[in-house]
């Protein structure tokens, strides 16, 4: 190591390189990447809530310049750049060799929402954790992949729960000046500003782009001097305001977005809609093709070959309907770019063809105009099919054309540090090369090797299941003493009394839809006391979620859950943590021992929340609904009740219920409890490894997007 201080011109290029680093989301799954801003500003990387960008602004590049004289904080700057760089330029990725093709007029992917990383709340809940997760494996993979959602400048809101345990929403404005976010501008540095016609009127929008890996993600954003101040609030909030709010944001949505991609000379190859938020794209293309001296009919056969559409789920209120009314004000000029009357545009969005006086749905138009359509796993396709086969005029769901591809998670971006560090050494010690690890992640050979005996023995998962565990109780505690309202005066529960880490932890954390039922394990109240109660075997349980704004029934459910918290002989042993988001779900999807999901079936599409747990030796304990009917062996977690369901929601309720007490006390409690003489569950291990082997490659979205990819982006009839 040199002892020569450092140059300015090398200050200079290892100062610009962490700032192109912080804004470059590629640091969000690169281990060493955020251990380096933690170093830089350990209290900021707390505060700022693991924010680069805020850490390099408060950081100035003066103390950034002097620190970096020091040797060892310098090599590991340029290693991690070195590292950056490498990643960037890639030249063997899995694209290069699958889908060349795609290099060039890429797939573009729109979604109403995007989750990468807690300090960009623009999410609201899986939908943007899906979006997220396909965008960094397509990063990965090399695709040629750009990403279109909105700029949620309050982004999604922030829980607080009041005196009566009510949840509270608040917005707190982000400043894109302190995020990974650039505005994107034309060649002389101005803004690109385009345009939309809603309520009869042009609303303007410019654009942020975020940068994932090899990826660029585009939001638009309203806020501009040229619009009244309505409409420069159009994409304040995720899903915000009315039906009013949601068509104009749609329409945003589909039909700016398309002009963005045209204003940067990105010709995709496919536009794929991620959910029916962004189908007016289609009206776009249409208008497009009809501009140029297409017919009506030629454009929408055009258009079909271009699109295809992933739906994310049976619940009816996830289904975008917009009234007659509504679609002839908003929306008016799309009979006078499409030259087609009211009655023509309204049957573009039946999801009841022919039949008169049915609301404009969303998913009806995105349908219409894909070349294919798929649900996000077997059962969802199934459900899908059965779903749609009277907008198909099909008497059999079988010949219904909507298919299915099952999700994934980013599997390297999900494993929480001291996890991930453990299979780094194993992966290391068995040959592995240490800049394979993001791609080699994803494969069964990997997991093989990690799960071997001899490569990890029972007593380093152990060790590790602790570790993590106790990071979780801590990460609680910490986050109680923060919400406050738990412990008032009078209140014989000390802190450190809060959760046991010697105790079988179940997590449940997810939106608190009804559909999927957050009380549902309370129903056996004072069986479930019994459980809590047993010093010898204790369980306790932490909870997490937000509930829709206007969804008074999942606010309902949080207020039972804290309140039971609270107030019953659970307390100390069931806490509910404020404020769900990224950073929470990681906290628990690696400290729970068991993470529970219990919809009502077959309502869960998918879920996702279930695949994070995987690669830190939680294991699932989840109705066959979605993901986990397709690969529960018996051998690799818990199932809750058989591969069917009662009609009657009541019956269904109660059956799952004593199903889900029933596998909790003869299988669960007793396999995590059986210790040997050294106090180690052999039998929960073999699980664990069970889990492993057969789980995490296959529920990554690296595997998703290949199958995308195969399946739906290269079948673009021409390409
Ligand atoms: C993964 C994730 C979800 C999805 O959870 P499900 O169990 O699939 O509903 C929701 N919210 C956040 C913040 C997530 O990270």
Redesign the pocket.
Known sequence: MSLNPLTSAELKELTDGLHRLARNLWWSWDQDAQELFHSLSPRGWQNLYHNPVAILHEVSDYELRVRLQDPELATRVRKTLADFKAYLEEPQTWAAAHAPKLAKNPVAYFSAEF?FHECLPI????L???AGDHTKSASDLGLGFVGISLFYREGYFQQSINNDNWQQENYNPLNPRNLPLDPVVDGSGKPVVGSVRIFGQPIHFHAWRINVGRVPVYLLDTNRPENEGQYRDLTNRVYGGDTTTRIMQEILLGVGGVRLLRALGIQPSTFHMNEGHAAFLTLELIREKMAAGKSYAEAGDLTRQECIFTTHTPVEAGHDRFSSDLVQLAGGTFQTDLHIGHDQLMELGNEHPGKAGSPFCMTALALRFSRAANGVSELHGEVSREMWKGYYGKTEASEVPIGSIT?G?HLVGWVKGPMRRLWMRKFKETGGEPKRFVYDANTPEFWNRMADPTVTSDEELWAMRYRLRRELIEFARRRLLIQGRSFSSGDFITFDAMLNPDALTIGF???F?TY?RAPLIFDQFDNILKLVRDTSRPVQFVFA?KAHPRDEHGKAFIQKIIHLSKFSELKGHLVFIEN???H???QM?SGCDIWL?NPRRPL?A???????TTPHGCLNLSILD?WWREDFDGTNGFGIGPDSHPEDVQEQDRVDSANLYKVLTEEVVPTFFNRDATGIPRQWIARIRRSLVTLAAKYSTWRMVQEYTGKYYLTRPGL
Do not use: Q
């Not at 999410?123 to 899986?126: E, F």
């Not at 998918?606 to 994070?612: E, P, R």
């Open positions: 989750a999410a609201a809940g899986g943007g954790a899906l999700n998670v954390a997810r939106r839809a999927k979620g769900y988001d990224i929470v779900c990681r999807v999901n869960e998918s879920g996702t929340s279930g695949m994070k979605g």
